[in-house]
């Protein structure tokens, strides 16, 4: 049983009204603490990602689409990791479109222009 789970149990139990009190303060300061840990992490991920998005913007500048292999080829970074990238970082910027590579389907993006 975990701390949240704990306090949310004696929440949520017939006891004494400070008892419960106690036990809302304590998850409040669960979620004040998990939340500022968020944030670091995120902070420090959009800095590490920074240099592979500034690559990403400069092959999809040129105005021709490239599949996420074409680009992970260019950068070093991973199929996943590229396409995660352009999801969150260019989402309004950038066109979808589905390309024949091989005689198979991909998806390649390009930006808007």
């Known amino acids: 049983m975990t701390q949240r789970d704990f306090y949310n149990a004696i929440v949520k139990a017939d006891v004494a009204q400070e008892l419960k009190d ?3 303060a304590q998850v409040q300061a ?3 603490k998990n939340s500022a840990r968020n944030v670091k992490a995120r902070a420090k991920k959009a800095d590490e990602n920074k240099p592979l998005v500034a690559q990403i913007k400069t092959i999809l500048a040129d105005g021709q689409a490239h599949t996420c292999s074409e680009i ?18 260019f989402k309004d910027t950038v066109i979808r479109e589905t390309v024949k590579v091989d ?3 991909a998806v390649a993006y390009r930006l808007a222009q």
């Open 22 to 24: 106690y036990a809302s």
């Open 30 to 32: 669960l979620n004040n």
């Open 72 to 89: 992970s080829a260019s950068t070093g970074a991973n199929i996943p990791k590229v396409s995660s990238l352009i999801t969150t970082y």
């Open 103 to 105: 005689k198979k389907r």
